[in-house]
């Protein structure tokens, strides 16, 4: 279980780094950790240097804290996350994003790489999550409720939240790209799905599936914390595109749409 002290201690090592506190938090999946680069005034925190704090290991991931300035906004980006199918604890995974709530952030934006299981996607797209299905096999909230936290039966109704994606489909709007929306099916991995896992989750109303988010997603609806999600559709789930999946054309894809996704996100920082 992640207490309030742990957060607590971890929020105040960041604090006495932070030049000013952050207004919005982004975590930066598999192709947006360029937009770290372009944070003005950097300060860069290694998450092995917070009290508390897991290592990353997932390839692709840098492991740190990156705060600045972004489209004029005090940001706090996860430079890389951590993933259940690394072995760390779900509430392991939940304890940044606490810390995140507990330094004062409004909203946290989630950002991610996932497989497209609606037949209407493409490699490439761009999905906004309008809702998730946790299929990870645990919940970062299970254990004793620290209630200094959030409450223990935590309201799902609207974990993302209307009024960021409001915002979110008018940038996009704006700056021309095609913003699909969808349901997010969260995965434990590390193995891809079956094709006909795949054809049991498009039944079950999944439009994308991926091995992150929901459990991040979870603990800001518990703490309280406003949500936006993204996913980058860097490929057709299994067996829907006749070939094999390819973790490394994952990240190519991933590396390739970047500079699009980034552009999205910073004009929707600028707007929240
Ligand atoms: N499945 C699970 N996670 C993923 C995928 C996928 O097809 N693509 C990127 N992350």
């Given at each position: 279980?992640?207490?309030?002290?742990?957060?607590?201690?971890?929020?105040?090592?960041?604090?006495?780094?932070?030049?000013?506190?952050?207004?919005?938090?982004?975590?930066?999946?598999?192709?947006?950790?360029?937009?770290?680069?372009?944070?003005?005034?950097?300060?860069?925190?290694?998450?092995?240097?917070?009290?508390?704090?897991?290592?990353?290991?997932?390839?692709?991931?840098?492991?740190?804290?990156?705060?600045?300035?972004?489209?004029?906004?005090?940001?706090?980006?996860?430079?890389?996350?951590?993933?259940?199918?690394?072995?760390?604890?779900?509430?392991?995974?939940?304890?940044?994003?606490?810390?995140?709530?507990?330094?004062?952030?409004?909203?946290?934006?989630?950002?991610?790489?996932?497989?497209?299981?609606?037949?209407?996607?493409?490699?490439?797209?761009?999905?906004?999550?309008?809702?998730?299905?946790?299929?990870?096999?645990?919940?970062?909230?299970?254990?004793?409720?620290?209630?200094?936290?959030?409450?223990?039966?935590?309201?799902?109704?609207?974990?993302?939240?209307?009024?960021?994606?409001?915002?979110?489909r008018a940038v996009a709007a704006r700056q021309k790209v095609t913003l699909r929306e969808g349901v997010y099916l969260g995965y434990m991995g590390p193995s891809y799905e079956t094709p006909a896992e795949i054809r049991a989750f498009r039944t079950l109303g999944a439009d994308a599936v991926g091995m992150s988010t929901v459990p991040e997603a979870i603990a800001a609806s518990h703490c309280g914390l406003p949500v936006l999600g993204l996913s980058l559709i860097t490929n057709?789930?299994?067996?829907?595109?006749?070939?094999?999946?390819?973790?490394?054309?994952?990240?190519?894809?991933?590396?390739?749409?970047?500079?699009?996704?980034?552009?999205?996100?910073?004009?929707?920082?600028?707007?929240?």
């Amino acid at each position: 279980m992640t207490t309030s002290e742990t957060v607590r201690a971890a929020a105040d090592f960041l604090q006495q780094k932070l030049s000013e506190p952050p207004e919005l938090a982004l975590v930066l999946g598999s192709g947006l950790g360029g937009l770290a680069d372009q944070i003005q005034d950097p300060v860069v925190i290694p998450y092995r240097e917070i009290p508390g704090f897991p290592l990353s290991t997932a390839p692709g991931h840098a492991g740190q804290f990156v705060a600045g300035r972004l489209a004029g906004r005090r940001v706090l980006c996860m430079q890389g996350r951590f993933h259940y199918y690394e072995g760390h604890e779900m509430s392991a995974i939940a304890l940044p994003v606490r810390v995140i709530k507990a330094l004062g952030c409004q909203a946290l934006i989630l950002t991610n790489a996932a497989g497209g299981v609606n037949w209407d996607f493409s490699v490439g797209d761009f999905m906004l999550i309008t809702d998730h299905i946790n299929f990870m096999g645990s919940n970062p909230l299970r254990g004793a409720n620290d209630d200094a936290i959030g409450p223990r039966f935590c309201d799902m109704t609207h974990v993302y939240t209307p009024a960021l994606q409001d915002k979110a489909r008018a940038v996009a709007a704006r700056q021309k790209v095609t913003l699909r929306e969808g349901v997010y099916l969260g995965y434990m991995g590390p193995s891809y799905e079956t094709p006909a896992e795949i054809r049991a989750f498009r039944t079950l109303g999944a439009d994308a599936v991926g091995m992150s988010t929901v459990p991040e997603a979870i603990a800001a609806s518990h703490c309280g914390l406003p949500v936006l999600g993204l996913s980058l559709i860097t490929n057709m789930a299994a067996g829907m595109a006749g070939k094999r999946l390819d973790g490394d054309e994952v990240i190519q894809i991933a590396n390739q749409r970047g500079p699009v996704f980034q552009q999205l996100v910073t004009g929707i920082v600028a707007e929240i």
